[in-house]
């Protein structure tokens, strides 16, 4: 059978929709059944204590759901070569993720793996994916006006930082029920349908499937497993598809969520001043008087309004191209 590439995206739609339909009731049963759950950061904003022991880890069913899209995709997509690849960095991410979510959830504590550990191996991650992807790619990144050539140290440069910086920007922003997941169904439904690629695809229908699980109030969080697998799936797919310097635009509200705690750690090492009344930026919001559900509703519109500029200005920009 030949599948056409709107049948292969609904295909992978659907089998991710399912398989996270299928995976997340049984993820909530074994932590429910073992009384475990999420631990929170006691510095964090007092609302969200009650939050502590809803069940985590969801980010498992992006996982599967990846390996779906990846056996679904046809021979005749280019993503093909690259399905292989970019479902070993989603796993390798995710798997950090697990060991996270794993020592919180069975050390009943906050703190998982240290910071310097998570990043270290996120960052060898990352420069293998890039080591490989170079072997594919030329050096190179589309602009809104064309394809740019890059200096090979700068591509690498940007290639890890794609897949490092995504993968963090996504766990900061998983801070609010429904943010990371709604946040990224934007930049994935881009490289879904842009790019006729059925991996994001299959993850994007994970997302909305799990979003019924994750609105507030969540009955499950994606836990590590889940950001860092979304914000390495996004990295991968920019090296991938050449948009290594559009990737900040397309996800405008994870940099955004990043920024904020760069800039308010800058500023109270430096003045002793917080710029912020609390970071990421969903916190500063909450603590302004936002309900979590407005503060969701506005970000999850913002990326998609990201997204639409962005796949405007590569549509009618003069001398683009897709």
């Known amino acids: 059978m030949i599948l056409t590439p709107f049948i292969a995206l609904t295909l992978a739609f659907g089998a991710g929709a399912i398989v996270a339909a299928i995976v997340i009731p049984i993820l909530i049963g074994w932590q429910r059944r073992l009384a475990v759950g999420q631990q929170i950061y006691e510095d964090g904003p007092a609302s969200h204590a009650g939050k502590a022991g809803t069940p985590t880890m969801g980010g498992i069913a992006f996982v599967l759901a990846a390996i779906a899209g990846a056996l679904i995709a046809p021979a005749y997509v280019g993503a093909k070569a690259w399905a292989l690849p970019v479902v070993c960095l989603v796993i390798a991410s995710a798997a950090i993720g697990f060991a996270d979510d794993y020592l919180k959830v069975t050390g009943r504590r906050a703190l998982g793996l240290r910071a310097r550990a998570k990043f270290a191996l996120l960052l060898i991650v990352a420069i293998a994916f890039v080591a490989w992807a170079s072997t594919q790619r030329v050096f190179a990144a589309q602009w809104f006006s064309g394809i740019v050539v890059l200096p090979q140290w700068l591509w690498w440069f940007l290639g890890v930082c794609a897949i490092v910086g995504a993968a963090n920007a996504v766990n900061l922003t998983d801070g609010l029920d429904g943010l990371a997941a709604g946040t990224a169904l934007a930049p994935l439904s881009l490289f879904s349908f842009l790019f006729v690629d059925t991996l994001p695809a299959a993850v994007l229908g994970a997302c909305a499937s799990f979003l019924y699980y994750n609105r507030h109030p969540a009955r499950i969080f994606m836990g590590d497993t889940g950001s860092l697998a979304l914000g390495a799936l996004l990295g991968g797919l920019a090296i991938e598809y ?78 683009a191209q897709n």
């Open 242 to 319: 050449n948009f290594l310097l559009i990737l900040p635009i397309a996800g405008l509200v994870f940099v955004l969520e990043a920024l904020s705690v760069i800039i308010q750690v800058v500023s109270f090492k430096s003045t002793g001043k917080r710029v912020f009344k609390m970071t990421p930026l969903h916190h500063h919001f909450e603590l302004s008087g936002w309900p979590e559900g407005r503060v969701t509703g506005v970000f999850i519109a913002a990326s998609f309004c990201a997204v639409l500029v962005t796949f405007g200005l590569l549509l009618f920009a003069p001398g």
